[in-house]
């Protein structure tokens, strides 16, 4: 069974500019969240997204939109960069919500540079 | 303001001892915790959860404390391992449904 895979790996955007990042969740799993990390500050929860549609979300500014599709694909975009949203950014996915993450599957992140 | 706090972040030691990772939480409503283990180049993966009726689970080498009323946890590995290696991400949410936050994370080396 494929695991979660996330697209692209590396990414070097400049300020101002928007990225959209990608995750195809494993067969079958119907959750998606996404995650930021950064040095010192662990993993932090952008939103998730269960049957196409955002279900929780974090702290984030506007500028973090993400969307989910049918096939339970899901994208995040990241409009007007800005050099602290360098980041790794990391996508989950699981079978179903109220699982605790316990039984959620992490891909590989996107690296993401702003210069 | 952090919910989740591990306080030491990095530990180093030696092959065959006892590794105790650390962490604490600000916000009562969390009843749920979990830690997760992540190598370079590679997503998390889950490693071993504690809810809040419970005071301890175990699996393996791995063994999760949990004390309510300081609202602190810790994992203890024994006996330790080269391979497990890793920066350790303490986790916790409110309810099954809820986002999970996770803490700034502990680099564990286990030094052979």
């Known amino acids: 069974k494929a695991g979660v895979t996330q697209t692209p790996r590396y990414l070097i955007k400049t300020r101002g500019q928007q990225v959209t990042l990608s995750c195809s969740p494993i067969s079958g799993h119907r959750s998606v969240s996404w995650y930021q990390q950064t040095p010192g500050q662990g993993l932090q929860f952008l939103f998730e997204?269960?049957?196409?549609?955002?279900?929780n979300k974090g702290n984030f500014p506007g500028r973090f939109s993400g969307r989910q599709f049918s096939n339970s694909r899901s994208e995040m975009n990241v409009s007007t960069l800005e050099l602290g949203d360098s980041a790794l950014y990391l996508c989950?996915?699981?079978?179903?919500?109220?699982?605790?993450?316990?039984?959620?599957?992490f891909g590989q992140g996107t690296r993401l540079t702003v210069v | 303001d952090q919910q989740v706090k591990q306080n030491s972040p990095s530990l180093s030691v030696q092959e065959g001892r006892i590794s105790i990772l650390n962490c604490d939480y600000t916000n009562s409503m969390f009843d749920y915790f979990l830690w997760y283990k992540k190598y370079p180049a590679e997503g998390p993966t889950f490693l071993i959860s504690?809810?809040?009726?419970?005071d301890k689970n175990e699996d393996g080498r791995f063994t999760v404390f949990l004390n309510k009323s300081a609202k602190h946890l810790s994992l203890h590995i024994v006996p330790s391992q080269p391979g497990d290696s890793a920066v350790y991400f303490c986790a916790a949410s409110g309810t099954s449904y809820d986002k999970v936050i996770f803490g700034p994370g502990t680099s564990l080396s286990v030094i052979p």
């Open positions: 997204y269960f049957s196409e549609t955002q279900r």
């Open positions: 504690i809810s809040s009726i419970k």
């Open positions: 989950a996915s699981s079978l179903r919500r109220g699982q605790g993450l316990t039984e959620a599957f």
